[in-house]
T-cell receptor, first 112, second 110 residues
């Protein structure tokens, strides 16, 4: 089954404790993205990647890092999480050309 | 600045009625997407609009794109309760630089 998976689905942590949210897709897609969703703001793109080792900042990259060492994986790293990073995070992927984007199930992060 | 504005943000409608959700964007693009999100769920792709004048229909939903006006519409025909959800438009500004609207929360009442 074609899908985008994220782990963990729920995470409660404390300020300053480094964490990684994993994202993996099995569709051989070139493009992958991370978004955060906050009430009233829609989805805002954090980082995106056009292929292996090619990443770029989205709308709200501050406080986040990403890497794309393999085509299928695109982890999101918070080196020193802060309470304002409490949010719902989505990973997404799509192929080249003008194709639809597939979203993962989401990760609800709370930073205390 | 790249902006995407949806309106209305909240929409309550009676079953059987028609309504339109609007998505305006600030900078030229010919790629626009519509998504549906149910409470507590992820986003589901509804339509991909790739050129000026594109129109797509699926069931009671029809989406269109006017790139000259920088406007897309999502028209709902004879609404039913199952259409209750939040709808997002998103504009692709190239190389996967995607900007989303704030979303329209639709409630369809019997």
């Amino acid at each position: 089954e074609a899908q985008v998976t994220q782990n963990p689905r729920y995470l409660i942590t404390v300020t300053g404790k480094k964490l990684t949210v994993t994202c993996s897709q099995n569709m051989n897609h070139e493009y992958m993205s991370w978004y955060r969703q906050d009430p009233g703001l829609g989805l805002r793109q954090i980082y995106y990647s056009m292929n292996v080792e090619v990443t770029d900042k989205g709308d709200v990259p501050e406080g986040y890092k990403v890497s794309r060492k393999e085509k299928r994986n695109f982890p999101l790293i918070l080196e020193s999480p802060s309470p304002n990073q409490t949010s719902l995070y989505f990973c997404a992927s799509r192929g080249t050309g003008r194709s639809e984007q597939f979203f993962g199930p989401g990760t609800r992060l709370t930073v205390l | 600045e790249l902006k995407v504005e949806q309106n209305p943000l909240f929409l309550s409608m009676q079953e059987g009625k028609n309504y339109t959700i609007y998505c305006n964007y600030s900078t030229t693009s010919d790629r626009l997407y519509w998504y549906r999100q149910d409470p507590g769920k992820s986003l589901e792709s509804l339509f991909v609009l790739l050129s000026n004048g594109a129109v797509k229909q699926e069931g009671r939903l029809m989406a269109s794109l006017d790139t000259k006006a920088r406007l897309s519409t999502l028209h709902i025909t004879a609404a039913v309760h199952d259409l209750s959800a939040t709808y997002f438009c998103a504009v692709d500004y190239g190389d996967n630089d995607m900007r989303f609207g704030a979303g329209t929360r639709l409630t369809v009442k019997p």
